[in-house]
């Protein structure tokens, strides 16, 4: 089996495993060089086979595969063309993120070692209809600032080097919505790590080596 296909699948496995998404929400891809794969429309995370994986190049073009891609590959599009970086993303629907999105609770992240760095900047955009331009536009417009988007009303975005780290991205932050929707509920309120020292943090290399773009705001759009 194709090495990415295969991870794909796992990936998929790992994603309702946890119960970080349900029913056919959410969608998978990995790039590979100037091709991109990504899960059919329709298809479960669950029960992903390797004919439910498409490839297209980064205009949207079908390379290989039958059937019709995630109607979300112009998002994911988006991402790959505006983050040289980025060669894996995942959109789901966890319980507690997409509760967070349909919810004004303003999220603390700075909680502990892996929300400070993957959830170092957390975006957010409006609700726009799955699969339209507008969302896909959206998410073009903020995904050079970081590397996880709350969508209102939908679910969430991650997007990172590879899918391990995106996976890593999506459990961290609905641990983290989760701990702020329980917060609320209990009256408590949550005390973010001091900002001095989260900086020192990252730019110290405790956990994992700072991405220059979120500090020095370095989009790194491809040519």
């Known amino acids: ?29 990995a790039r590979e060089g100037d091709r991109v794969y990504v899960t059919a429309s329709g298809t479960v995370m669950g029960a992903l086979k390797e004919a439910d994986i498409l490839i297209c190049d980064l205009d949207g073009r079908i390379l290989k595969g039958e059937g019709r891609p995630s109607k979300e590959l112009g998002m994911h599009l ?26 004004d609770l303003e999220l603390k992240t700075k909680l502990f070692i892996e929300s400070m760095y993957y959830d170092q900047a957390v975006g957010r955009v409006p609700y726009f209809h799955a699969g339209s331009r507008e969302l896909a536009e959206a998410v073009r417009d903020l995904c050079g600032q970081c590397h996880v988007i709350l969508m209102e009303h939908h679910g969430i975005l991650v997007f990172d080097r590879n899918l391990a780290e995106c996976r890593a991205a999506l459990e961290v932050t609905e641990n983290v919505c989760k701990m702020n929707v329980l917060a609320r509920i209990g009256g408590i309120a949550l005390q973010e790590v001091p900002g001095e020292t989260v900086k020192d943090f990252l730019e110290g290399g405790y956990y994992k080596k700072q991405r220059n773009h979120l500090t020095e705001g370095n989009d790194q759009e491809a040519k």
Request: a positive charge; charged letters at 25%; hydrophobic letters at 30%.
């Open 78 to 103: 988006e991402v790959y063309r505006r983050r040289q970086d980025v060669e894996a993303v995942i959109h789901s629907s966890p319980f507690y993120s997409t509760f967070c999105t349909c919810s």
């Open 1 to 29: 089996m194709d090495k990415v296909k295969q991870e794909i699948i796992r990936t998929g496995r790992w994603i309702m495993d946890q119960k970080l998404t349900w029913g056919t929400s959410g969608n998978i891809s």
